[in-house]
T-cell receptor, first 114, second 113 residues
Framework: GNSVTQMEGPVTLSEEAFLTINCTYTATGYPSLFWYVQYPGEGLQLLLKATKADDKGSNKGFEATYRKETTSFHLEKGSVQVSDSAVYFCALSDRTGGSYIPTFGRGTSLIVHP | GAVVSQHPSWVICKSGTSVKIECRSLDFQATTMFWYRQFPKQSLMLMATSNEGSKATYEQGVEKDKFLINHASLTLSTLTVTSAHPEDSSFYIC?????????FGPGTRLLVL
């Protein structure tokens, strides 16, 4: 079956530090890949996505590249801010067999200190 | 981007009562919506897939008679927690599928006393 594995958190950084949150996946088909962000007490917001191999998703300074050869979709940001503190979820959707199967990672908490 | 709303955002109820949560896609039609449950500091657990005009598809271990789902229109799905008990207290999140992307509602926090 499909699965998404994220690095364990929390990730604690100082403001302006470089961020990487690792995400790897297994899927039977040709999935689309997503990063969602959840701020405290809120639902999930789509941060970025990539629908095919070598695509790069980007938004608000965050980037992730769909690497089929390593089955990875690592999230990066060059300089984090305190306001980036949140939980980040890596996810995939797989259309194999005509059905839509969403699969989420466990989430990685990011804490950014001033 | 696409907007999904949920109502209510908070609900506190007595044990044994039923609670209805609405999920609406505000600027697109969604033939498929999803209902998730999230426990503190954990990932989302998919409860069921709601299909407009047909019965919902429930994930293994989710009681369909306890969590009633109705997807009566292309912009509205409802989740009714019947005879709620304290162990049903949780954060319930819906999402609506628009193309390949899921757009999430802000969530509904349910507290059963």
């Amino acid at each position: 079956g499909n699965s998404v594995t994220q690095m364990e958190g929390p990730v604690t950084l100082s403001e302006e530090a470089f961020l990487t949150i690792n995400c790897t996946y297994t899927a039977t088909g040709y999935p689309s890949l997503f990063w969602y962000v959840q701020y405290p007490g809120e639902g999930l917001q789509l941060l970025l996505k990539a629908t095919k191999a070598d695509d790069k998703g980007s938004n608000k300074g965050f980037e992730a590249t769909y690497r089929k050869e390593t089955t990875s979709f690592h999230l990066e940001k060059g300089s984090v801010q305190v306001s980036d503190s949140a939980v980040y979820f890596c996810a995939l959707s797989d259309r194999t067999g005509g059905s839509y199967i969403p699969t989420f990672g466990r989430g990685t908490s990011l804490i950014v200190h001033p | 981007g696409a907007v999904v709303s949920q109502h209510p955002s908070w609900v506190i109820c007595k044990s044994g009562t039923s609670v209805k949560i609405e999920c609406r896609s505000l600027d697109f039609q969604a033939t498929t919506m999803f209902w998730y449950r999230q426990f503190p500091k954990q990932s989302l657990m998919l409860m069921a897939t709601s299909n407009e005009g047909s019965k919902a598809t429930y994930e293994q271990g989710v009681e369909k008679d306890k969590f009633l789902i109705n997807h009566a229109s292309l912009t509205l799905s409802t989740l009714t927690v019947t005879s709620a008990h304290p162990e049903d207290s949780s954060f319930y999140i819906c999402s609506a599928k628009n193309g390949e992307t899921q757009y999430f509602g802000p969530g509904t926090r349910l507290l059963v006393l």
